[in-house]
């Protein structure tokens, strides 16, 4: 507990005053330069996917269509997660440069910044610094222009293709994939939508070098991360911290000594049990150490206070109240999951039933429409398998 | 870049042009995919997920329906992956479903019932969800009922309503586990811009939007020997009936339906294609007349285009939609609504029977007739006009109930007066069917000479494209018409309402200069109407519309101002078309409604 | 009804008859009146080209949305992980003595509406609430009556 083992990285929360300065200088690179350094870093989607920055930029360039947009994705609904907002309070300029640069280089001059409701109160800061970031686009002579979309309360609108559909005034559900965003995105054009925190770090890419990010980080995880903090932990808050640490090291910083299990990458995320904190890393993929978690940064401790069914059960009603409804496997498996577990609990079902449960999980995994359908096995699953007792008992 | 796709489903080859679906690639080998949310009318929505295969190489199974080929795709339809999840699909749907399968409406025609039985679902481990909530039943108009219980919220009806008629009167609302189809504040479908064209009806693949039956009722009536109970049959029951009695699509049942119905205990077996050459003689003289209030004396209270009216989905839509151009519409009694004022009046007297012990029946392929039948105008007899509306798909089941054996039956003849029907009348059952019979009736009254169409076939107004238009150029006019030599007329033909909204919108906005619309709410005409066999679709409609054409082939007489009965009927009791007692019975008006 | 017709123009005027400005729309009307009700979507649809019915399913699709009669404050509690493991059904009570309503109700003033909501996003100082568009974390019993007379004292002036 407490032990700093992990170094605490300062590079996105770092008030920087030359926006200016690094606009123009960045505007004055060619744009395969720009890509070839975005995809250098090593930079992948910072909202949990992982897709990896530089590519998407490229191939939404590449894209036939007269008009492209840039969206930022701030509808920052994971449970547990909450550095979008702190960004966007503190140092929304990084992420407007991030997003006029991108603008210039696949060919848009519009691009969206789609707030979730909860954040509404920083509309009017946020708004006072687009304007200023207006004048800086029209002093270095860049036709480009920023719009803040106010969500209303829908995690679901995360969801990128849903976010688009929201946006175009419609129910936020998620659209069948292909195409992609990069091809037809926001009104049916090509479209980058970058996650809050992936554009603040093309700042320090593009200010510094690809390098200053890539030294960061293991193999494939490249860079640092931002870091939401929350549950059983003497010290809460967003950290930034370089990619690849273990779980372990993890809970020796921010555990409070009790640790039982750590949720990695919010209520869509993995639970770690504390049997497994050494073998897991957090990154994207690699054989670090046999399992690595992507995550959008979320990470909830658990004391040996708390139980397990009381967590999932939470869960299973935030994903059933907040599916989109529409497809088969999210609307029913999650009140399935939801029922069943609290079937077993009760001693309505038995034991063995966690075992469909399972399977059903399993199957939710493979046909939901979105990602966001499918990745809620992932906390059930995680959770029913390593804590069997706790959901039977 | 090549514009074919190799790919291979289940190790067989195909190629594919691209931007094939992978449902429609298996189609092409013959390997059947289920699906639900999937119908061939409607765009596509993935989202039952019950069409799910296999790609190999990756982990997530994708949606048939909704996925494109590409080069060198392998597709599993019938893997264990494929299966099992395709089972768990059904069995979530089946949870979520008050699948008390015994009382329900659709019980032995749901498609949800049918990949039940396919996969074998005998247990239920999941737990039942639907007997914790508390689901809406609309049960208030007398033409749809919806059943929120039975819905598996595949969203086809809200596509219908959407997409082919453009009514917007359901929408899906809420989400997750609330998430519903609704109408407008969740009102009863009776009370918001519902048409009760019945199209969401026969695209349901379950039990959560039927028909409001009034079997029992018409059983009652038949039974009670104080009743004279008069049927009529719309054009289109007799080219569709079949389908629901083990028949083809296509097949013409005309005398085996008038057979089945005398069996049945109807007392007057009649046809509506009789009223519908009337309507062409009180419809054909009111545009004339229009033609020539408008076109010589330049009266302003009266408008063209003038639109048909034969169509209750499309005359209430028009209400909804267009409540400041209610002029444009004919003042013309759909052929249903004509035969009932004549039912109540000319017939009782012609057959001696006092119109208070008439019951009268009607055999629609059509659900908003039901509606139709309940307005309060339509008692110009001094009695409810029509008393009880069936589809094409009550009249199967009461043949059915009845233990008759459809296809054994004799071909019979309609009873006589009311019975008879020119080709033209027949044709009202088809898109296209209503300008068709006018015109050969109009052209021949203006100019004493046939239209100049090979066998009477307006060929232009033909087919399933959505919006049609046909130009015929009045030359050689009688004397008392001379105000039309020259005159080129316009016509324009819409099916499906959004269609309609098309062309209404050009009208609205005068881009459009047409003398006369023919609308019918449903694609295909009625051919493909709310009360038609389900499953209708493209391809059956097709066939229906052949076997339509073929049936006013075959008849003796072609035009409606040629039918004798008619003629008999002016002589008798009208006088003449558009004249004072035609006004009383045969005419209507129309009211403004709410667009919600 | 009036001024709700001019106010429904308005906005309209503002953002455009598109669809994609439909939901601008309905948070301006929300704005103002507290909740989109029946009238408001009817003057939307018919503004903008719309059927009502994909008002009204798109409006309930937003969990902000509110489409019943709301409080001139409405109080959204966290609900999710975080909050619920540092006491928020304790702040619930606390909130329901203040106000003596019952979650899910309406001050019979229509000052205040109490309602629960899924993750705010500050989970590292839970418990939290949203005021209307204010959030208040680190919320203890003490805490949730002092900020209650605030607000009655805001409403009163």
């Known amino acids: ?66 008009v492209k947009y840039v969206i930022c994705n701030a509808d920052e609904g994971e449970p547990g997660t909450f550095k979008d907002r702190e960004i966007l309070a503190t140092v929304p300029y990084k992420v407007l440069t991030g997003m006029a640069v991108c603008g210039k280089i696949i060919g848009a001059t519009n691009g969206y910044i789609y707030l979730r409701g909860e954040y509404r109160y920083l509309v009017k800061d946020l708004e006072a610094e687009i304007n200023k970031f207006h004048k800086i686009c029209d002093e270095v002579g860049l036709n480009f222009r920023i719009k803040i979309f106010l969500g209303y309360g829908a995690y679901i609108c995360g969801e990128e293709s849903a976010l688009f559909e929201s946006m175009e005034g419609k129910r936020g559900e998620p659209r069948n994939k292909p195409p992609f965003p990069t091809e037809f995105g926001y009104m049916g054009k090509p479209t980058v939508i970058n996650n ?20 960061l980080g293991v193999q ?64 994207y993929q690699g054989k670090l150490t046999g399992i690595s978690l992507p995550t959008g940064g979320s990470m909830m401790l658990f004391n040996s ?33 939801l029922q069943g577990i609290k079937a077993v609990k009760r001693g309505e079902k038995p034991a063995a039933y966690l075992d469909k449960l399972l399977s059903l999980s399993e199957t939710m995994k493979a046909t939901a429409k979105c990602g966001l359908g499918q990745s809620v096995a992932n906390s059930f699953q995680s959770i029913v398998e390593n804590f069997r007792e706790e959901m039977i008992y | 870049m090549s514009n074919t796709v190799n790919l291979t489903i289940n190790g067989f080859d195909v190629s594919v042009p691209k931007g094939t679906t992978v449902l429609e690639a298996a189609e092409l080998l013959g390997i059947k995919i289920p699906v639900l949310c999937f119908h061939k009318d409607l765009c596509i929505a993935g989202n039952c997920r019950v069409c799910v295969v296999e790609q190999v190489g990756s982990k997530k199974l994708v949606a048939a329906c909704a996925t494109p080929v590409h080069e060198g795709m392998e597709i599993l339809t019938n893997s264990l992956l494929v299966r099992n999840s395709r089972k768990h699909m059904i069995e979530l ?68 309503c959407d997409e082919l008629q453009s009514v917007g009167a359901l929408a899906v609302a809420h989400k997750g586990d609330h998430m519903k189809i609704s109408t407008f504040f969740n009102k009863p479908i009776s009370e918001v811009v519902c048409t009760n064209c019945g199209q969401c009806v026969i695209h349901c693949p379950t039990g959560a939007l039927i028909e409001r039956n009034y079997i029992e009722e018409v059983w009652t009536a038949i039974a009670d020997p104080t009743k004279h109970v008069v049927v009529q049959t719309a054009p289109a029951v007799r080219i569709g009936l079949g389908e629901e009695l083990g028949l083809s699509p296509g097949e013409r049942v005309t005398g ?112 908003a007739k039901k509606f139709e039948a309940n307005r309060p105008e339509m008692r110009d007899s001094g009695y409810k006009d029509v008393d009880y509306v069936l589809t094409t798909r009550e009249l199967a089941i009461m043949i059915k109930q009845a233990g008759i054996e459809f296809a054994d039956l004799p071909e019979e003849k309609y009873d006589s007066i009311m019975g008879k029907s020119s080709g033209a009348g027949v044709i009202f059952g088809t898109t296209g069917g209503v300008m068709e019979a006018a015109l050969r009736t109009a052209y021949e009254i203006v100019t004493g000479r046939e239209v100049p169409f090979e066998n009477l076939n307006i060929t232009p107004v033909r087919g399933l494209e959505g919006v049609k238009e046909a130009k015929i150029k009045i ?104 004249g004072h007692l035609s006004h009383k019975l045969l005419h209507t008006e129309y009211v403004e409604r709410q667009r919600y | 009804m009036a001024l709700l017709q001019e106010r429904v123009k308005e906005l309209v005027a503002k953002y455009g008859r598109s669809r994609e400005n439909l939901l601008p729309v309905l948070q301006g009307i929300a704005d103002t009146e507290h909740y989109v009700s029946e009238y408001a979507m009817q003057l939307v649809a018919e503004e903008m080209g719309l059927s009502a019915a994909d008002v009204y399913g798109t409006a309930t699709f937003y969990s ?84 209650i007379r605030e607000y009655k004292q805001k409403a009163n002036n």
């Open chain 2, 475 to 578: 030359e050689g006019c009688k004397p008392e018409w001379k105000f039309l030599e020259g005159v080129e007329l316009k016509c324009a033909v819409a099916h499906t309402l959004a269609n309609a909204r098309k062309v209404m919108d050009l009208v609205k906005s005068g881009k459009a200069d047409y003398h006369f619309i023919e609308v019918m709410a449903c694609p295909g005409g009625c051919l493909g109407g709310g009360g038609q066999p389900i499953p209708t679709t493209p391809e059956i409609r097709q066939k229906r519309m052949q076997a339509i054409y073929e049936e006013d082939m075959s008849l003796p007489i072609r035009k409606s101002h040629e039918n004798p009965e008619v003629q008999q009927l002016y002589k008798e009791f009208l006088g003449e078309p558009y």
């Open chain 1, 196 to 215: 809050v925190e992936t554009l603040a770090h093309t700042w320090t890419i593009f200010k510094y070098g690809a390098k200053k990010f890539r030294d």
């Open chain 3, 64 to 147: 902000f949305m509110e489409t019943t009669p709301r409080g001139k404050y409405i109080i959204r509690v966290c609900k999710t992980i975080s909050c619920f493991m540092k006491g928020k059904n304790q702040i619930l009570l606390a909130l329901e003595e203040a106000l003596k309503i019952k979650l899910g109700e309406t001050t019979p003033d229509r000052m205040f509406t109490l309602l629960e909501t899924n993750c705010l996003g500050w989970c590292h100082k839970a418990p939290a609430m949203l005021i209307n568009d204010d959030v208040h974390v680190d919320l203890t019993i003490e805490k949730v009556h002092q900020i």
């Open chain 1, 220 to 283: 494939d995880s490249r860079g640092s991360k931002l870091f939401s903090i929350s549950g059983d932990t003497p010290i809460p808050g967003i950290y930034e911290l370089e990619l690849g640490m273990t779980v372990e090291e993890f809970v020796e910083d921010f555990g409070d000594g009790d640790t039982k299990a750590v949720q990695v990458g919010g209520a869509s995320g993995f639970c770690v049990p504390r049997k497994k904190f050494r073998d897991i890393a957090i990154g």
């Open chain 2, 93 to 160: 749907l089946l949870s979520e479903h008050n699948a008390d399968c015994t009382k329900c409406y659709r019980n032995g025609n749901c498609e949800l019932q049918d990949l039940a039985s396919e996969y074998k679902i005998t247990n239920q481990d999941f737990i039942d969800l639907a007997v914790s909530r508390a689901y809406t039943i609309d049960a208030f108009s007398p033409s749809i009922l919806k059943d929120d219980s039975r819905c598996i919220r595949c969203q086809r009806c809200v596509r219908t």
């Open chain 1, 305 to 337: 206070s708390r139980s397990m069914y009381n967590v999932l059960h939470n869960y299973l009603e935030f994903f059933a109240e907040e599916s989109c409804g529409q497809c088969t496997p999210c609307r029913v498996g999650t009140q399935q999951l």
């Open chain 2, 256 to 367: 085996k339906m008038i057979a089945a119905l005398r069996r049945l205990g109807f007392n007057s077996v009649l046809d509506t294609d009789f009223t519908a050459d009337l309507t062409i003689l009180e419809e054909g003289t009111e545009l004339l007349h229009r033609l020539e209030k408008v076109l010589v004396e330049k009266d302003e209270k009266y408008k063209l285009p003038m639109t048909t009216s034969c169509s209750p989905g499309w005359v209430k839509f028009f209400e909804h939609i267009y409540p400041d151009m209610l002029d444009h519409m004919s003042t013309c009694k759909s052929p249903q609504q004509m035969f009932g004022a004549l039912a109540k009046t000319y017939y009782a007297k012609k057959i001696g029977v006092d119109p208070e012990n008439i019951v009268s029946v009607s055999i629609m392929p059509c659900t």
């Open chain 1, 1 to 66: 507990m407490g032990k700093n083992v992990l170094k605490r990285i300062d590079l996105i929360f770092k008030h920087e005053d030359d926006c200016h300065e690094v606009l123009q200088k960045t505007l004055k690179r060619s744009d395969d330069e720009l890509i070839n350094e975005l995809i250098g870093s090593g930079l992948k989607g910072r909202g949990g996917a992982g897709f990896p920055t530089g590519l998407k930029w490229k191939l939404t360039r590449e894209a036939q269509g007269d």
